[in-house]
Nanobody, 124 residues
């Protein structure tokens, strides 16, 4: 199983980025895909997840600004991040989950495989 996250970079507050996470080595359609982020000195926190049926979950801090989507034909999940804030700066990770309990998807313990992360830096 391999997850390759990309798309991070340095942007100014208010700008946008689109992160991608490309998967290989497993049946992509069978899994929930999540995005988490971790800022220096902080715990890894849930950002968003998308189910097999394309239902999306978001952390309150990103609702209305971030959009998650998946392209099963390309084995890729995207995280469109608009109106970025300084507090969005972090390393962003994608991960897979069997997704058996929807209400538990914000818990990182529900995720089996993790990508290497991509850095998002937001300047003021």
């Amino acid at each position: 199983v391999q997850l390759q996250a990309s798309g991070g970079g340095l942007v100014q507050a208010g700008e946008s980025l689109r992160l991608s996470c490309e998967f290989s080595g497993f049946t992509f359609d069978d899994y929930v895909i999540g995005w988490f982020r971790q800022a220096p000195g902080k715990e890894r926190e849930f950002v968003s997840a998308i189910t097999r049926s394309r239902s999306a979950l978001y952390a309150d801090s990103v609702k209305g600004r971030f959009t998650i989507s998946r392209d099963n034909a390309k084995n890729t999940v995207y995280l469109q991040m608009n109106s970025l804030k300084h507090e969005d700066a972090a390393v962003y990770y994608c991960a897979t989950s069997p997704g058996l309990i929807i209400s538990s998807l914000p818990l990182k313990e529900q995720y089996d495989y993790w990508g290497q992360g991509t850095q998002v830096t937001v300047s003021s």
